[in-house]
C-alpha cells in the first residue's frame, strides 16, 4: 500500500511557475514509476507527465513538453513537476500516481495503468 500526498497548488499569474510535490509513504517508493495527472473542471482527466523508477527515463504529454520538467527523489520518497511559462489553460487539479516500474511511454500515459492516487492539489492559472 502507498499513500501519496500532493502539494505545491496555487493561484499564479499567467507565465509564472509553480512546483508540485507529491510525498509517498513507505519503504518501496523506488519501485514504483510515478506519474502525474490533471483534470480541469467538465473535463476529463489527461496524462502530464511520467518518470521511471530512476529518473532516468520521463515522459511528457505534448502540452507539457518544453515547459514542464518531472524528477524524483528516492531518498525522500518524493517526485515532482516543476511548471513552468504557465497559461489559463493549465487550470486543473493536479493527481500524483504510482504503478510498478518497468512500463513504457504508452502504457504510463494511461490512467488505469496506477494503482495508487493522491487526492490532487488545485492549480489555477490566472490571465
Known amino acids: 500500500q502507498v499513500q501519496l500526498v500532493e502539494s505545491g497548488g496555487g493561484l499564479v499569474q499567467a507565465g509564472g511557475s509553480l512546483r508540485l510535490s507529491c510525498a509517498a509513504s513507505?519503504?518501496?517508493?523506488?519501485?514504483?514509476?510515478m506519474g502525474w495527472f490533471r483534470q480541469a473542471p467538465g473535463k476529463e482527466r489527461e496524462f502530464v507527465s511520467a518518470?521511471?523508477?530512476?529518473?532516468?527515463?520521463?515522459y511528457y504529454a505534448n502540452f507539457a513538453r518544453g515547459r514542464f520538467t518531472i524528477s524524483r527523489d528516492n531518498a525522500k520518497n518524493t517526485v515532482y513537476l516543476q511548471m513552468n511559462s504557465l497559461k489559463p489553460e493549465d487550470t486543473a487539479v493536479y493527481y500524483c500516481a504510482a504503478t510498478s516500474g518497468g512500463k513504457d511511454y504508452y502504457t504510463m500515459s494511461l490512467s488505469e495503468s496506477y494503482y495508487y492516487w493522491g487526492q490532487g492539489t488545485p492549480v489555477t492559472v490566472s490571465s
Open positions: 513507505g519503504r518501496t517508493f523506488s519501485s514504483y514509476g
Open positions: 518518470i521511471g523508477l530512476s529518473g532516468i527515463s520521463s
